[in-house]
């Protein structure tokens, strides 16, 4: 049973526009959501994140928008650039004694020239 | 920058074999993960620990044991290894002082196991 969800397996986005990267949740109980990106046989490194109480987090060419009422988030890359292709997670926290994180399948973002 | 180094990068071994595949950071942090994730899916936390001498079980059943007896060691342990345990193992590593969402977890480059 699948907590946070990535509907889309892949995503091909001209460089220079906008790359849109979507997740949904089922746990409303979630505190925080987190995106990190893996390139090929390398580890997922992490890359923003956004409180279940906010409902946008902005660093750089990277926006994160949650909308709680929907349990759906996004990442928005504004502008795409080649080093973006990579796969990117969706991830989810629930703080309780254990803090784990809960995974989504990821989304293997193309940036085309 | 995240320094957590994963041995051996590539396995394939044949079924029965015993393996450890290690996993070390020189960042002092106190909790360390493991991770399987099969291509396209999902990352299954297998294994964690908090400290020297703590481990637990994840969310995903497994037949791997762990151990932590140095803060900067997690090696993790198939003892009869099976074809149905060919997947990519991550280590990861976080600051315990913080929380995962501004103590983000540091991942190793994965081991690839392929067990024939």
């Known amino acids: 049973d699948q907590q946070v969800k990535q509907n889309s397996p892949s995503l091909s986005v001209q460089e220079g526009r906008i790359s849109i990267l979507n997740c949904d949740y089922t746990n409303s109980m979630f505190d925080y959501f987190l995106w990190y990106k893996k390139y090929p046989a390398e580890g997922p490194t992490f890359l923003i994140s956004i409180s279940s109480i906010k409902d946008k987090n902005e660093d750089g060419r990277f926006t994160v928008f949650l909308n709680k009422s929907a349990k759906h988030l996004s990442l928005h890359i504004v502008p795409s650039q080649p080093g973006d292709s990579a796969v990117y997670f969706c991830a989810a926290l629930l703080m309780n004694r254990d803090d784990k994180i809960i995974f989504g399948k990821g989304t293997r973002l193309h940036i085309l020239p | 920058e995240a320094d957590i180094y994963q041995t051996p990068r590539y396995l394939v071994i044949g079924t029965g074999k015993k393996i450890t595949l290690e996993c070390s950071q020189t960042?002092?942090?106190?909790?360390m993960y493991w991770y399987q994730q099969d291509p396209g899916m999902e990352l299954h936390l297998i294994h964690y620990?908090?400290?020297?001498?703590?481990?637990e079980k994840g969310d995903l059943s497994s037949e791997s044991t762990v151990s932590r007896i140095r803060t900067e060691h997690f090696p993790l342990t198939l003892e009869s290894a099976r074809p149905s345990h060919t997947s990519q193992y991550l280590c990861a590593s976080s600051d315990g002082r913080g929380r995962p969402y501004n103590s983000p977890l540091h991942f190793g480059n994965g081991t690839r196991l392929t067990v024939t």
């Open positions: 620990s908090y400290g020297v001498n703590s481990t």
């Open positions: 960042m002092g942090h106190d909790k």
